[in-house]
């Protein structure tokens, strides 16, 4: 184990490397050509065997070479050049990355800015649309039925409404019958707003508020009076 054969490059002859000559130059006993005796197996083996070994895993595994390259020492030292490479590479193409994240960036921003606006406002508008509805609806509920006038508001003997689930109402005034249809256009707070379209007239707006169990009603043809409710 102290010795190696050493094979002369120009006569083919077998050398003894020894502990003495490893490393030196020295002439061929036979054909007396100078040739280099390498150092011995054992302590040359060390740095040289493991180049081979460790070189796929420092190219295929990036991410451990940084752990690698701290703790490595002596022998490591040896991987070096090939580790420093792979880093290197690595190195540029992150660089690059970042050039390109930094350009695109503002961009992205703003996208991303425009998409939160323009989601935020759909759900806002449609949030407050199904508020407006619900109330329209609710508010609508209220006014199917059949309301009479309360007594000693008009010298009138009938005067009657009847709002109907199919949108269609009534109105007796006196012995005279109209019928129209009606729409809850908005609510604000207590009172609701209806558009009632008259079959021979111009449509118009009733304003309704409810009050302690009385419906108040401003209709432009009529004026401002309260009902009340009424059976059928
Ligand atoms: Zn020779």
Redesign the pocket.
Known sequence: MSSDIVV??????N?QNSANIAGQIVA??????Q?QMPALSIPVASPQLPTPVELPPAIDLPPTIPVNVTGGSGIHGTNMPVVQSGRAKKTTSTSVNDRLRKKSNPLIIVFAAMITLIVIGVGVIAVLWEQSEKGKQQFGNKMVGNWELIPGQSQLERWDFAFHDDRKMQMALGNQLSEGRWKVTSVQGETGYLLIEWPDEAPETMRVRFEGGTMQIQLESVGSFAFRAAVP
């Open positions: 002369c490059p120009n006569c083919r002859t050398l061929c006993p036979k054909c007396q050509s040739l």
